[in-house]
């Protein structure tokens, strides 16, 4: 008998790329100052950023290039690798708000992700997905979602509670292996 696999949409920035601290290299680049590695919960990066550079963090994010290097988070390779054998993967990305990023998403997502094919992928501005899982750490994401909801642990959602959360792969793991 043919099992049909559970779909899960797993969303890019902040939970598989980590583009925290690329903006940190920028930002300490850019003004030689240490930027606040430690986010307060509940805020964003440019919280934490003087206000002479309040606005920064937009330009870097709309630089061609930005979403390219990104680190990969850690242990996302291999827990995906072993989610794609049970079960379909999908990657969910608001690539069209950031007119450059669309390239460089599907160029890291090539070169970290090769398992994931392009048929796989998602580029969108709503994610009005219709799968049975969503990992994602924007909880916008999951005001129309009717699936299982994965809040996927960033400083700026540390003060949300009302959703199953998720502060690594290997609770991702746990969870779904």
């Keep these: 008998m043919n099992h049909k696999k559970l779909r899960i949409a797993v ?3 902040e939970v598989l790329a980590d583009p925290l601290s690329k903006f940190i290299a920028l930002y300490n680049r850019d003004y030689n100052v240490p930027l606040d590695l430690q986010i307060s919960p ?3 990066i440019h919280h934490h950023v003087p206000e002479h550079a309040k606005d920064k963090w937009y330009e870097y994010i709309n630089e061609p290039g930005f979403f390219r290097d990104l ?3 850690d242990k996302s390779q291999e827990v995906m690798k072993a989610l794609n054998n049970h079960y379909d993967i999908y990657i969910v990305s608001a690539a069209l708000e950031f007119r450059n990023s ?3 998403k599907y160029d890291w997502l090539a070169e970290h992700f090769p398992f994931i094919p392009w048929t796989n992928i998602v580029f ?3 994610k009005i997905v219709d799968t049975d899982i969503l990992i994602d750490d924007r909880i916008k994401n999951f005001s129309n ?3 299982r909801k994965l809040l996927f642990t960033s400083p700026h959602n540390l003060l949300i509670t009302h959703y199953e959360r998720v502060n690594n792969w ?3 793991a746990d969870k779904l292996l």
């Design 170 to 172: 290997t609770e991702v």
């Design 11 to 13: 969303d890019m920035d």
């Design 145 to 147: 979602f009717k699936g």
């Design 71 to 73: 680190p990969v988070i």
């Design 102 to 104: 669309l390239i460089d």
């Design 42 to 44: 509940g805020n964003e």
């Design 124 to 126: 969108c501005g709503d």
